[in-house]
């Protein structure tokens, strides 16, 4: 391996083969056969990975459904065989399936639905490919786990599972109640009163004198005893006082 894109070839042909290897398995394991979309759901593929895997292995495809060549498919048949058939069964087997599921609407798995009817896998097959051939099930759920259910029509469900009686049952009566408003205790009214009374009021005089220049003036003057005042300023502001007087002798 001598470079990046060797390794990069390696990886997407290891990822392929692992893709590949699901979808024959899936095809194994349903022996009806499964759509290009089943086969993108049951191994989690994308549907472009899946029709590529298909054109690259040998498979048969009939009316879009797919199967593996040369691996023996459950052969379709709408009458069961009479030696196949249990005790169980009365009539055909597709029929008592549809019976038989009308009293679990919410489905029940291969092995259920064997057991209870003591169908083989080859009865089994025939009669659930009748079925949904004909619309009356439906499939659900995860691949190695599936459920079949009546299809869903209003007429077809059993009136015996509507929730609605159940429902009626389970309904509480709710008495109404009185609510009863508390009553206020009066005793934060009497603190507030209280607290009220104990307000001080206190009364502050203000004295207040304004000298204009002129009477600085004349109170520096006789102040110092000295009859020229000069007022420096320095930027609109007092910063001192310089005092003088001249005699002539």
């Known amino acids: 391996m001598n470079s990046a894109a060797d390794l990069k070839r390696l990886h997407e042909q290891t990822a392929l083969q692992k893709a590949k290897d699901k979808v024959i398995d899936a095809l194994k394991n349903d022996p009806l056969g499964l759509s290009a979309n089943q086969l993108m759901t ?9 029709k590529n ?14 199967f593996l060549s040369g691996v023996a498919r459950a052969e379709i048949s709408t ?23 009308h009293d679990f ?20 097959t025939n009669g659930i490919y009748k079925l949904k051939n004909d619309g009356e099930i439906i499939r659900t759920g995860k691949f190695g786990s599936y459920k079949y259910q009546l299809k869903t029509n209003g007429q077809e469900m059993n009136t015996e599972v509507i929730a609605a009686p159940a429902a009626e049952k389970n309904v509480i009566e709710v008495q109404p109640v009185e609510i009863v408003k508390p009553v206020s205790d009066p005793q934060p009214v009497d603190v507030v009163s209280s ?6 009021t206190v009364i ?39 005092l003088s007087e001249e005699v002539v002798a």
Not at 42 to 50: A, F, N, Q
Not at 106 to 111: D, E, Q, V
Not at 113 to 119: D, N, R
């Open 42 to 50: 049951v191994c989690r593929l994308s549907i472009k990975t899946v």
């Open 53 to 66: 895997i298909l054109a690259t292995i040998d498979v048969q495809e009939e009316h879009g459904v797919y």
């Open 79 to 101: 009458e069961p065989q009479a030696e196949q058939v249990a005790t169980v069964v009365r009539g055909k087997v597709h029929d008592a399936i549809l019976q038989y599921l």
């Open 105 to 124: 609407p919410a489905g029940l798995t291969k092995p259920e639905l064997m057991a209870a009817l003591q169908l083989n896998d080859r009865q089994f």
């Open 195 to 200: 607290l009220k009374s104990q307000i001080k």
């Open 204 to 242: 502050t005089t203000k004295n207040h004198l304004t000298i204009t220049e002129d009477q600085l003036y004349v109170l520096l003057s006789d102040l110092f005893g000295l009859n020229t005042v000069n007022f420096c300023i320095d930027g609109g502001r007092l910063v001192g006082v310089n």
